[in-house]
């Protein structure tokens, strides 16, 4: 399916949830139908056989959690680059507790000698297969030192994301007080593309359920 008219889909599905249907629809009283609706949309269009979605507030209570076809929560899957998430989150608390700062080299954390060990913190680059600036996923830029990637480049880096190579995408949305983790198991294609697609159009639903939420 084109991605206009998978996007066309979506939105759709989204405005159905919304109760933008029939006078005679039911209208649901859950806020996340719409984030469910979206998800399932874009499972199905893409043909992808089992995908998971976990939503958490910024308290870290998650609001909410679904398994679609054959994904379940404890399946181990490979999460390629979104591993970028947990190696960042890693080393700025180790810069936090003391033990490293941004000027800290290969050379003296791992011992590394010549060109690779002048390597600082606060300069690493991604893989050298990437270009930095462009991403693997449309609409999006490297940032936080290229471990992760903005999805709101304009605006300064307020929802980061690392997508990976089979679709596993953890983001966070510091604006609307949230963090997603999108997972899914599917080795016979790169869905880079695809999760940096779904977040971006989960991040206004996710939002607005939240905000129905605290009211």
């Known amino acids: 399916m084109k991605i ?33 609706s979206v998800a399932r949309a874009a499972l199905e269009a893409e043909g992808i056989p089992g995908m998971g979605l976990a939503i958490y507030n910024r308290n870290g209570v998650k609001v909410f ?20 998430l947990v190696a960042g989150v890693t080393l700025f608390r180790l810069m936090d507790a003391g033990y490293l700062t941004p000027d800290s080299t290969t050379g003296q954390v791992l ?13 690493i ?39 990976g190579a089979f679709g596993f995408t953890p983001w ?6 949230y963090y997603a983790i999108l997972g899914m198991q599917d080795m016979t294609n790169f869905r880079t593309h695809f999760g940096g697609q779904l977040e ?3 991040q206004p639903l996710i939002a607005r359920a939240l905000r129905e939420t605290r009211n």
Request: aromatic fraction near 6%; glycine fraction near 12%.
């Open 4 to 36: 206009g008219v998978f996007s066309q889909l979506v939105a759709s599905l989204a405005l159905t949830a919304r109760g933008g249907g029939s006078d005679d629809a039911p209208v649901s009283d859950n806020p996340f139908d719409a984030v469910d």
């Open 65 to 84: 959690e679904h398994m679609y076809g054959d994904f379940s929560p404890d399946l181990r899957v490979p999460i390629a680059s979104a591993s970028k």
């Open 111 to 123: 011992g590394w000698t010549g060109d690779e060990g002048a390597i600082r913190l606060r300069t």
């Open 125 to 163: 680059e991604p893989h050298p297969d990437v270009v930095i600036g462009k991403s693997p996923a449309p609409g999006l830029r490297y940032g936080l030192t290229a471990w992760l990637e903005c999805s709101t480049p304009q605006t300064g880096c307020h929802q980061i994301s690392s997508p």
């Open 172 to 177: 966070i949305d510091r604006d609307a007080g």
């Open 200 to 202: 971006r159009q989960l």
